[in-house]
């Protein structure tokens, strides 16, 4: 991407067409739950926005997240948009090496001063003096806080950048940390999930370069649009969940008949992150729709919380009995667990809406 050139110009010298653009335009306007009107206005932005300087770091990891973006079966509008914002500095991607890698990553922090964003993925390990991972002769931490230092803002990509990650579960003998455990003066983005999602991490791009701030946070950095609810509030096998329909087995008759995977160990109902909706592949499939529970990726400590394949909380029989009681009797316990998630439905419904790309092309 030429210097001087607007991501619109790229794009359509990429062969993306106008209408290709919108589309993208009012699929990242429907997933930051933001209005009708706004799609319009993230297109107008994006479509004048110029090459942002991007240095993405990776220390602790396994490439995962990077494989994860690049991994698409066709040229999409968001890796394209991931491509045009330009890295100017990854590990994993650059062609350059050595002491020219290492100049192009100091140019570009001298370069656009106080306003490149700085993507981080993979847990930054301390231990033995940050000995055991060095890049260009420094530790993994002493690169972070020197590029950290004039950065304008940082996102975390994946769980170990966020959380730590594996390389954080006990007994962490590398002594590996997450990027909010050591920069703290920073604004710093959350994206876990191993891997992310990719269009979330578009999402977090595209809501910068369109209104140049980050979106809103819950308490772990992470974007409220995307990490606002449980995977398990959006989840298609949520109704046999309610009417207490479990499948015992990865291949028993409940398994074979869709029902929920709640007791083979779905960490769902405690996770929060977009894969029910966004999913995975192109928006294929994700782990549930394939017949595997939710191993809760995207939270703190997941590789420490327990067996992947034990039920969490209260026992099934008792989700069991309260959903069949109601059924059956019309409980008062049931009941309230049906309006409750009546108004659990209501209220995400109220959060999102539905733009198409008519609304923008009529806007």
Same mark, same amino acid.
């Given at each position: 991407?030429?210097?001087?050139?607007?991501?619109?110009?790229?794009?359509?010298?990429?062969?993306?067409?106008?209408?290709?653009?919108?589309?993208?335009?009012?699929?990242?306007?429907?997933?930051?739950?933001?209005?009708?009107?706004?799609?319009?206005?993230?297109?107008?932005?994006?479509?004048?926005?110029?090459?942002?300087?991007?240095?993405?770091?990776?220390?602790?990891?396994?490439?995962?997240?990077?494989?994860?973006?690049?991994?698409?079966?066709?040229?999409?509008?968001?890796?394209?948009?991931?491509?045009?914002?330009?890295?100017?500095?990854?590990?994993?991607?650059?062609?350059?090496?050595?002491?020219?890698?290492?100049?192009?990553?100091?140019?570009?922090?001298?370069?656009?001063?106080?306003?490149?964003?700085?993507?981080?993925?993979?847990?930054?390990?301390?231990?033995?003096?940050?000995?055991?991972?060095?890049?260009?002769?420094?530790?993994?931490?002493?690169?972070?806080?020197?590029?950290?230092?004039?950065?304008?803002?940082?996102?975390?990509?994946?769980?170990?950048?966020?959380? +730590?990650? !594996?390389?954080?579960?006990? *007994? @962490?003998?590398?002594? /590996?940390? &997450?990027?909010?455990?050591? =920069?703290?003066?920073? %604004?710093?983005?959350?994206?876990?999930?191993?891997?992310?999602?990719?269009?979330?991490?578009?999402?977090?791009?595209?809501?910068?370069?369109?209104?140049?701030?980050?979106?809103?946070?819950?308490?772990?950095?992470?974007?409220?649009?995307?990490?606002?609810?449980?995977?398990?509030?959006?989840?298609?096998?949520?109704?046999?969940?309610?009417?207490?329909?479990?499948?015992?087995?990865?291949?028993?008759?409940?398994?074979?008949?869709?029902?929920?995977?709640?007791?083979?160990?779905?960490?769902?109902?405690?996770?929060?992150?977009?894969?029910?909706?966004?999913?995975?592949?192109?928006?294929?499939?994700?782990?549930?729709?394939?017949?595997? +529970?939710? !191993?809760?990726?995207?939270? *703190? @400590?997941?590789?420490? /919380?327990? &067996?992947?394949?034990?039920? =969490?909380?209260?026992? %099934?029989?008792?989700?069991?009995?309260?959903?069949?009681?109601?059924?059956?009797?019309?409980?008062?316990?049931?009941?309230?667990?049906?309006?409750?998630?009546?108004?659990?439905?209501?209220?995400?419904?109220?959060?999102?809406?539905?733009?198409?790309?008519?609304?923008?092309?009529?806007?």
């Amino acid at each position: 991407m030429k210097q001087d050139e607007t991501l619109a110009e790229h794009l359509q010298g990429q062969g993306i067409s106008r209408r290709g653009f919108l589309k993208f335009c009012a699929a990242t306007a429907s997933m930051l739950a933001l209005s009708p009107g706004m799609a319009g206005a993230i297109a107008d932005a994006l479509g004048k926005a110029r090459r942002p300087s991007v240095i993405w770091l990776s220390f602790q990891e396994c490439t995962g997240c990077t494989e994860s973006l690049t991994r698409s079966h066709n040229p999409s509008v968001e890796s394209l948009i991931l491509s045009a914002i330009s890295l100017d500095y990854h590990h994993t991607l650059q062609a350059a090496s050595g002491t020219a890698a290492e100049e192009a990553r100091e140019q570009a922090m001298h370069d656009n001063k106080g306003e490149y964003l700085l993507v981080v993925d993979g847990s930054i390990p301390t231990g033995a003096g940050g000995g055991y991972s060095t890049i260009a002769g420094i530790s993994n931490l002493q690169m972070l806080e020197e590029t950290a230092k004039d950065a304008a803002a940082i996102i975390s990509v994946g769980t170990c950048a966020a959380f +730590g990650g !594996i390389p954080y579960a006990n *007994p @962490n003998p590398t002594g /590996a940390r &997450s990027v909010m455990d050591l =920069i703290h003066d920073k %604004p710093i983005v959350n994206v876990p999930g191993c891997p992310p999602i990719p269009i979330v991490i578009t999402g977090v791009l595209s809501h910068y370069l369109t209104f140049g701030s980050l979106p809103e946070l819950d308490n772990l950095n992470r974007p409220l649009s995307f990490f606002g609810d449980t995977i398990h509030d959006r989840c298609y096998r949520r109704p046999f969940y309610d009417q207490g329909k479990f499948a015992k087995t990865f291949d028993d008759e409940g398994a074979r008949n869709g029902w929920c995977l709640y007791e083979l160990g779905c960490k769902g109902p405690t996770t929060h992150n977009a894969c029910a909706t966004a999913k995975w592949n192109n928006g294929v499939s994700f782990p549930i729709e394939s017949g595997h +529970g939710c !191993i809760g990726c995207s939270e *703190p @400590n997941f590789w420490d /919380a327990g &067996s992947f394949y034990q039920a =969490i909380s209260s026992s %099934p029989e008792d989700l069991s009995r309260a959903a069949t009681g109601a059924i059956i009797a019309g409980a008062a316990a049931g009941a309230g667990v049906g309006l409750y998630n009546k108004y659990k439905q209501s209220r995400a419904k109220d959060k999102h809406y539905t733009v198409t790309t008519k609304d923008m092309e009529d806007s």
